[in-house]
Antibody, heavy 118, light 108 residues
Framework: QVQLQESGPGLVKPSQTLSLTCTVSGGSISSGSYYWSWIRQPAGKGLEWIGRIYTSGSTNYNPSLKSRVTISVDTSKNQFSLKLSSVTAADTAVYYC??????????WGQGTLVTVSS | DIQMTQSPSSLSASVGDRVTITCQASQDISNYLNWYQQKPGKAPKLLIYDASNLETGVPSRFSGSGSGTDFTFTISSLQPEDIATYYCQQYDNLPQYTFGQGTKLEIK
């Protein structure tokens, strides 16, 4: 059973870069046909897909965030990461890492709250 | 962009009631539609994939139907543990994914 765990700073200053890592356990990030995604959820609001990476390193991003997002993978550590630059208060949210084959998100991390504030 | 519109946004029902949530896509998405359950403070959980297929381990009181632009999620007999927010999610135009705005289900 694949398990995902997010980690990273819970507080980021405006205009800085948010950086989060998702550690995968119970399976290799390099095996199978899984895509590895980041999804966020502002307090009391719905879910927004941020982007995904395949084990080959190919990435896809939400067009609304594309200019500020970078997702990378470190197969040696069984991790993938999110960087979101030039953050504002609007980026305050619970950030989830998730994985699935093609269209669904089968596995989710527990989520980590990131607050953007000075 | 494909927009997903869920209704209602909130719903109050009694234990044992049949509950129905609808999700409408702004364009034809075939059956590329999933349903998730999110309990407070928890990550979403996949319940239904490809519009009507029950994820392994999910109780049979949950079901989904529909294709094209109109989809329905049903709980045949509401249980107290079903209190959650439910989201639909389309994946017709991969690699873009879109979620509905959610339906908050409460016990009457």
């Amino acid at each position: 059973q694949v398990q995902l765990q997010e980690s990273g700073p819970g507080l980021v200053k405006p205009s800085q870069t948010l950086s989060l890592t998702c550690t995968v356990s119970g399976g290799s990030i390099s095996s199978g046909s899984y895509y590895w995604s980041w999804i966020r959820q502002p307090a009391g609001k719905g879910l927004e897909w941020i982007g995904r990476i395949y084990t080959s390193g190919s990435t896809n991003y939400n067009p609304s965030l594309k200019s500020r997002v970078t997702i990378s993978v470190d197969t040696s550590k069984n991790q993938f990461s999110l960087k979101l630059s030039s953050v504002t208060a609007a980026d305050t949210a619970v950030y989830y890492c998730a994985s699935g084959v093609a269209g669904s998100f089968d596995y989710w991390g527990q989520g980590t709250l990131v607050t953007v504030s000075s | 962009d494909i927009q997903m519109t869920q209704s209602p946004s909130s719903l109050s029902a009694s234990v044992g009631d049949r509950v129905t949530i609808t999700c409408q896509a702004s364009q034809d998405i075939s059956n590329y539609l999933n349903w998730y359950q999110q309990k407070p403070g928890k990550a979403p959980k996949l319940l239904i994939y490809d519009a009507s297929n029950l994820e392994t381990g999910v109780p049979s009181r949950f079901s989904g139907s529909g294709s094209g632009t109109d989809f329905t999620f049903t709980i045949s007999s509401l249980q107290p543990e079903d209190i959650a927010t439910y989201y639909c999610q389309q994946y017709d135009n991969l690699p873009q994914y879109t979620f509905g705005q959610g339906t908050k289900l409460e016990i009457k």
